[in-house]
């Protein structure tokens, strides 16, 4: 087995224990065998609603990738755009803060014979446009369902404030690298120090200046993109539409295990606020923040059994199916891809070139 895939064994493993770990302590006084025997009970139509929602979310996420990519690769298909998405979903799931996503669809993407600076490009752009939406779908759901949120949990003010401050630092500190090459060049500049430690003089300006040049690149997408309102008009409707199905998911099995009192907007105020605050907490997949807080809102409304049960079904079709179907993606071979050398050896070997500022 290769050191990647035990460390993604690794940090799968670590949510799990976060999970039951938590579930234990939270509903030690739920009998086990009743919990098992409800789930036989649970209605099939609106779980597989739920799972038809999830679906739609990735088949959204793959449309905003396939629209944002497709002017850098005209060659880019949607079946590749699909398992780019699901592989950016496997690996956002398994790391903190969903960091791992990005880079792994990065290489799938010059894989597929994009150039690695508009690659960065194109994600970037997807990345604040789905973290602005994010934002700004919820702030319009915050001001018809603030109520919900501000009833019985002191708490939820300052984890409220907490999620949407984090959210608002990403979305400025991206655009300020996709807007300024001279900040992005510095950054990266700081960020190759270390690498004089391990690596020959010769070698480390071969690779800075390469980096230098995949900057300019990415830049140059970036502007591109920026100016392209029809594109990034298409991208925006399309995430919204993505984030209100994937908001909805709660409403479907709360149905499917015999809970009529909760509304779909109460649902899916609850999900929104739940995902503004779990996206942000520094363990892979959100793990212990997500259980916490979905605990918190539902647990207003819903007894211990029912509890548990709307837990476990949210977390196996939020969070489990991403790992599931992922993991199928990255054992699917694409025939669109190319063959590539690593990329820090083609970096390293590039020949050194002056780039003027």
Known sequence: MSGGAKKNLFNIAIVLAISIGFIIWQFQGVDISTFFASMLKVNPWWLLGAFAAMFIYWFLEAVVLQTASKPANKDQRFFSSFRITMIGQFFNTITPMATGGQP?????????????????????VKFI???AMVVLNFLVILIFGIHYLMTGVTQLKFLVLLGFGVHVVVI??????????????KLVHVLLLPTRLF???EKVANLKNTLDEKIITFHEESSRIGKDWNLIV????????QLWIYFSIPFFILQAIGVTGIGLYMAITYHAFIIMFATVMPTPGGAGGAEYTFTLLFGMLLGPAKLLMAL?????????????FGAGALLIKDTASKKIKPHIEALTKAPVKNISS
């Open 129 to 131: 446009i789905y973290q």
């Open 172 to 185: 400025v500190a991206l655009i300020l690298v996709g807007r300024s090459q001279k900040f992005t060049t």
């Open 234 to 241: 298409r991208c925006c409707f399309y995430t919204t539409l």
């Open 104 to 124: 792994a669809q990065l290489v799938m993407l010059t894989k597929q014979g994009m150039d690695a600076g508009r690659g960065s490009s194109v994600l970037l």
């Open 312 to 324: 476990v079904l949210w977390r196996i079709i939020t969070y489990y199916s991403c790992i599931v």
């Open 199 to 201: 690596m020959k003089k």
